[in-house]
């Protein structure tokens, strides 16, 4: 049994205030992921500040023609909501490919970009993990490594972010919008989440007294071609062994744009610039998708277990750019269950 406070925010400066105040607090939003670690032994905070009642559950147009999404809309009424569904297609897919209905209906925004990874021994207290207690060492380097990444590993550290939602945000280079102790600021998509070098304990460069207030989407949200395509061991309730997030711009057969993220393989979701501008000018066809997929995986390594999602994940992503091509996205269809 762990004994700790629990304290209700009552607005935005109230929960800086208060987390600021307390280095061993933690923010408890829809409780999902954080609950079940508290249960495990593997999160300790002593104060969970309850951030889920402040005024965070909206989704607005911005200025500039995009979507802010409050940090505390539910991942259910994000997938499901007409802006989303019209113009972002993409991301109400990979949030639907995610968890299941009724953890949805908890799962908050905030808290989906912030949830832990899945690492067996990470959620194993009675083994090594240096992000769980740095410098006791990785016991998944020669252990049981079948889920973990093979793209920006450490020798610290071979932890995969496990969120569905973020493969999809970093393709559409959403910003995160936080608020501290000095202020607000935004951070991009591709600066949020960290690679696990030497400091695996860190997942983001969130700071310890800031709170996620918002997602921002610009205004491009490829509806016409794109696809989320999640390869798992089940077809629902099962975190992605690889997935991929496809989204072009076409001119008739021609790219003119193309995002490429990858879900599964890293401590982020991963891009790479150049497999991206492989594609622009390109004819949308499997030669022009075979080389960005070399390029966007060509640092990866596996760790025994693991080696299958190379070919796996080159396979993946030329069969999720060929759907976007086709406008023929991957079905996540879940019927609207509240
Ligand atoms: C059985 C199971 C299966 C799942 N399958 C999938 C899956 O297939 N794909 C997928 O993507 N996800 C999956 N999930 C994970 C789920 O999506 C996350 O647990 C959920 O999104 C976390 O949101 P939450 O609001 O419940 O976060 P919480 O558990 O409340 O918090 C998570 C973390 O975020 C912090 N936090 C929360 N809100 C804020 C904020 N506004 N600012 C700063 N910090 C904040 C908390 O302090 C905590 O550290 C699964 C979860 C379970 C339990
Ligand atoms: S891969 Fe990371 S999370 Fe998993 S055991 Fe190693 S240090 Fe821990």
């Known amino acids: 049994m762990i004994n700790f406070e629990y304290a209700r925010a009552n607005d935005v400066a109230d ?12 923010f408890i939003a829809g409780g999902t992921n954080l609950i ?6 593997v999160e300790r905070p002593t104060r969970l500040i309850d951030v889920s009642r402040l005024p965070l559950t909206s989704v607005e147009e911005t200025g500039d023609g995009g979507l802010r999404i409050g940090a505390l809309v539910a991942n259910s009424d994000l997938a499901y909501h007409p802006l989303i569904e019209q113009r972002y297609p993409m991301l109400a897919s990979a949030i639907l490919a995610g968890a299941s209905q009724q953890l949805r209906n908890m799962a908050s925004t905030g808290g989906n970009l912030l949830q832990r990874t899945r690492c067996f021994y990470f959620y194993d207290t009675a083994t090594p993990c240096n992000k769980r207690e740095p410098g006791s060492g990785c016991s998944a380097i020669k252990g049981v490594n079948r889920i973990n990444a093979i793209l920006g590993t450490s020798e610290a550290c071979i932890a995969t972010h496990p969120s569905d939602m973020c493969v999809a945000l970093a393709a559409l280079e959403a910003k995160v919008h ?4 000095s202020g607000e600021r935004a951070i991009a998509f591709a600066d949020f989440h960290r690679l696990p070098g030497d400091t695996p304990q860190l997942d983001t460069n969130l700071r310890r007294d800031e709170i996620v207030t918002a997602v921002e989407l610009p205004k491009s949200g490829f509806p016409a071609n794109y696809t989320y395509l999640k390869i798992r061991d089940r077809l629902s309730y099962a975190f992605a062994l690889v997935s991929i997030a496809a989204a072009l711009d076409l001119e008739g057969d021609t790219i003119k744009e193309a995002r490429l993220a990858l879900g599964g393989v890293a401590h982020r979701p991963w891009r790479r610039a150049d497999a ?63």
């Open 36 to 41: 079940n670690l508290m249960k495990g032994d």
């Open 276 to 338: 991206e501008a492989a594609l622009r000018g390109q004819p949308a066809v499997v030669a022009s998708f075979t080389k960005a997929a070399d390029l966007l995986l060509r640092d990866a390594r596996g760790h025994g277990h693991n080696d299958f999602k190379i070919d796996l994940a080159r396979r993946g992503i030329v069969r999720a750019l060929t759907q976007a091509a086709r406008g023929t996205p991957q079905s996540q269809s879940v019927k609207k269950v509240r």
């Open 15 to 26: 929960a800086v205030r208060q987390i600021a105040a307390d280095p061993t607090a933690k």
């Open 178 to 181: 936080v608020t501290g102790p």
